[in-house]
């Protein structure tokens, strides 16, 4: 199937379709900002990976993820239902493309929230989307994030926090954008100019 770019994905009355991947390291608060812009800008939207990892219990099957099993993953990927997939810390996610497709042909925008894999993927198939990356304001304050969370065992949130670091360093190779995250309204302010077109957002964190 052919894969238009961005810049011919337009509705009827020829407004185009933006696609923005944000991602960053597990704790860094990018699933926080991303609702926060959602939230603010009415034409965007963002889309609920798909993933075989188990449920959290304060979370939602169909808003924060599709929860699925390996087996409905493995289907999902020999349909063509994924626009990328990756395995991270054992477990699956993806973005299902029917949702991105029918956002870009009403020329809306929408937000995918993946991680850097994800990422260079959805950068070689759609060489116009926007690409940022959420930094910590440094690697202290990144684990202080991970452990309040709660969410992981010790061990898990020790191994994300060493995988933060490699991920940041592959980030930097292509990623448009990179945005600090000290202050989450200044954050998401940055965020928003980035989408808007009207700021860039390369920075570097703290050491």
Known sequence: ??????????DEKGKKGKLIVISGPSG???GTI????????SDVSISVSATTRPKAQTEVDGKDYRF???EQFQEMINEGKLL????????????????????????RTIILEIDVQGGRSVKQRYPDAVLIFILPPDRKELARRLQNRGRDPVEATRHRLLGACDE?????????????????????RKVIGIIKGDIGGNECSKN
């Open 1 to 10: 199937m052919k894969i238009l770019p961005l810049s011919e994905m337009a």
């Open 28 to 30: 860094v608060g990018k």
């Open 34 to 41: 991303c609702a926060e812009v959602a939230r603010r800008l």
């Open 68 to 70: 699925v099993s390996p």
């Open 84 to 107: 990328e997939y990756a395995e991270v810390f054992g477990n699956m996610y993806g973005t299902p493309k029917d949702e991105v497709d029918r956002a870009l042909a009403q020329g």
């Open 168 to 188: 940041i360093d592959e980030a930097r190779k292509f990623y448009d954008n990179m945005v600090v995250n000290d202050n989450l309204e200044q954050a998401v």
